[in-house]
């Protein structure tokens, strides 16, 4: 038998090919998402849209039922790639995902293509398959032109011209009307500026849009909308290149065009174009920088906002016009306006809380007090109602900051007193990271007043750090600022003060050893001997004891300092208690000198002071103890660093004498 035609059956082979190649790309789509998989499958798909593209040049004899097979084929995979697109999942985002779904689209397209033309006469209305075919092209060269695949934008628009010239050989107007032959002229031609434009071929856009200029007055709405949208796309990436001049010429035809319909007629999504619209156009005209396209770009604003009142987008048109203002001229009354209504209107969300509080910053950083206000109007009427600490503890950071900038710090200490008792009645204390992050402002504020001698703001910023919605940062935080209050006190030499803060901490708080000795210091200005005495009993207790010498060493100065015999004497008293439990070389080195000065100021009390007759039979307590102490000491002959013997023959010989001397001046006693 003779063999056929080759090239026939190469070509039918190829058709065949195409068949089974749409069959297992099909299934695929929906799993292919790593990227060796899409990378094979891509490679596979641009050498059959190359096969496809080739064979369609030309007439082919194909059998109907193959025909059929190959539209089937494209309408399943074009579907299967509105589905896909319709996910918008995680991994349908990525580059290489989108591009397959785009490459696809593009293969499919010509599938179809190809296989109508082998049905042409066949079966069903050739206008309608030309009408079909081009509505199809333009949605795949809008996809195209959108994911930056111009060679698909190109060949899809190349098909679609052969189709129109072909609507126009047919004399297509008696059957699809001459309203839908311009619209399909005036989508054609702008899709055509569009594709001239991402090629910076902006002559050749501005050809194609002169063109359409006359067809685009005469479209129904549903056209104007889908057309001013791709106007719009045009001047956007105009803008995003930085030619805001040929950008703000597109973005203006766009306006002209969805404005010149009439409003009650537009779609739900050409009302958002018509939105998105002004919305470039705005921000364009503000990136030109001139006054007067700042000018232009609030008129705009106004007319929009006359239409639709007072959304929140027109809120930030206008907020984003007042900061394009020299600050010698900025409006600040006007901006917290804005932001006053921003902050009653705005859908909350991470997002809207964070352009509030930046904006409500730059208000502040711009001079206006008012700032202050519109944080404490937002966590109280907007943040406490619903409830998000995370928000709360976020606005509550940023109005604390500003409370310790205010050059009025102690009214700023006060209001914000007032504002944490409002938001203690209705919400929860804040979690640790915004107590410890709102206290570190705090400390740093009051720090510095206490530098500057300021007592009495220290004290109240010490009052608003210790305020129970800050209690999650626990007892050593509420001690570091108890005593920093109890400082304040002691500097403005009011000991009562001091002692109420210390009678409400928490016991262990109390029993902290610097907590102790800041009582101590109480004790010497009231002249409280109770006090001294428990204060000093409680840090020889201590099982710190080097610690412990080291801070009862300091209440000894302290109390020398003040005069305050009695108060020394306690203190050295302590100390030389300490030594009982710690017999380390380097403690024990210092254990006569002690010993000898606690001697010397008993008999100087006794001698000098008017309090030695009150005290006088415990002073010869005191004195006999030390001896006491000093013998049990010797006897258990303790050693310096250095191995040397502390308790020397001349100072035992000092011991000794003294010991016989106040034994004999005492006898009488």
Not at 18 to 30: M, V, Y
Not at 32 to 55: F, G, Q
Not at 577 to 604: E, G, K, M, W
Request: proline share 3%; net charge negative; with cysteine.
């Amino acid at each position: 038998m003779a063999s056929g035609d080759p090239l026939s059956i190469g070509r039918d082979r190829k058709i065949k090919g195409l068949i089974e190649f749409s069959t297992d790309l099909l299934p695929k789509l929906p799993t292919s998402h790593d990227s060796s998989s899409t990378d094979t499958l891509l490679a596979d798909l641009n050498h059959h849209i190359t096969t496809v593209n080739a064979i369609s040049q030309k007439p082919v004899a194909v059998s109907p039922e193959t025909a059929e097979d190959l539209k089937e084929a494209g309408r399943k995979l074009w579907n299967e790639c509105i589905r896909e697109k319709r996910k918008r999942n995680d991994v349908l985002a990525s580059p290489l995902r989108s591009k397959l779904l785009v490459r696809t689209r593009l293969f499919s397209f010509l599938v179809n293509v190809f296989a109508r033309e082998c049905l042409r006469g066949r079966k069903g209305n050739v206008e309608d398959d030309a009408v079909a075919i081009i509505n199809q092209g333009l949605v795949l060269a809008k996809i195209c032109i959108n994911e930056s695949d111009l060679d698909g934008a190109r060949l899809g628009l190349a098909k679609v011209t052969q189709y129109i010239d072909k609507l126009r050989e047919l004399d297509a107007e008696n059957h699809i009307g001459p309203g839908h032959r311009l619209n399909i002229e005036a989508e054609y031609l702008t899709m055509r500026c569009a594709l001239s434009s991402k090629e910076d071929r902006l002559d050749v856009a501005e050809h194609m849009y002169t063109k359409a200029d006359d067809l685009l007055r005469h479209l129904d709405p549903l056209s104007a909308e889908q057309l001013a949208d791709t106007l719009q796309d045009i001047g956007a990436n105009l803008s995003g290149k930085g030619d805001h001049e040929m950008a703000l010429k597109w973005l203006r035809r766009a306006h002209t065009l969805i404005n010149g319909q009439e409003l009650e007629r537009l779609s739900t999504e050409g009302l958002e174009v018509r939105m998105a619209i002004h919305h470039d156009l705005i921000q364009t005209l503000l990136a030109t920088g001139s006054p007067e396209r700042v000018q232009e770009a609030d008129d705009l604003v106004s007319y929009v906002e006359s239409e639709i009142g007072d959304k929140p987008v027109v809120l930030h048109w206008k907020l984003e016009i007042l900061q394009r203002s020299p600050g010698e001229i900025f409006d600040t009354d006007a901006c917290a306006s804005i932001l006053r209504r921003m902050v009653r209107s705005l859908d909350l969300s991470d997002a809207a809380l964070g352009f509030l509080l930046h904006n409500i910053k730059e208000l502040r950083d711009r001079g206006s007090r008012v700032a202050i206000g519109l944080l404490d109007e937002l966590l109280l009427t907007r943040l406490l109602p619903c409830g998000n600490m995370d928000w709360i503890g976020k606005t509550l950071v940023r109005r604390i900051w500003m409370g310790t900038m205010d050059t009025e710090a102690s009214d700023a200490a006060t209001r914000l007193i007032q504002l944490l008792e409002q938001l203690a009645e209705d919400s929860r204390p804040c979690n640790v990271d915004v107590a410890a992050a709102a206290q570190s402002l705090m400390w740093k504020k009051l720090d510095a007043s206490y530098a500057k001698k300021e007592y009495n703001v220290a004290e109240l910023w010490c009052q608003v750090a210790l305020h129970p919605i800050f209690s999650s940062t626990g007892e050593v935080s509420q001690g570091k600022f108890a005593r920093r209050l109890i400082l304040c006190a002691i500097s403005r030499s009011e000991p009562e003060a001091a002692k109420s803060t210390f009678d409400a901490l928490p016991t262990a708080v109390q029993n902290d050893q610097l907590t102790r000795y800041l009582m101590f210091k109480v004790s010497l200005i009231s002249w409280d001997h109770d006090l001294c005495r428990q204060c000093v009993e409680f840090l020889s207790r201590s099982s710190e004891n080097a610690k412990n010498r080291d801070i009862l060493y300091a209440c000894v100065r302290e109390a020398q300092q003040l005069g305050d015999k009695l108060a020394t004497l306690e203190a050295l008293k302590a100390v030389s208690a300490t030594f009982i439990t710690d017999s380390s070389s380097a403690a024990t080195a210092n254990l006569p000198s002690v010993l000898r000065c606690t001697i010397r100021l008993v008999h100087i009390i006794e001698s000098q002071d008017n309090q030695g007759a009150d005290q006088a039979a415990v002073l010869i307590d005191d004195i006999c103890d030390i001896f006491e102490k000093a013998a049990g000491y010797a006897k258990s002959d303790p050693r310096d660093e250095n191995g040397n013997k502390v308790f020397t023959v001349p100072e035992l010989e000092w011991f000794r004498k003294n010991a016989y001397n106040v034994g004999v001046t005492k006898c009488h006693v």
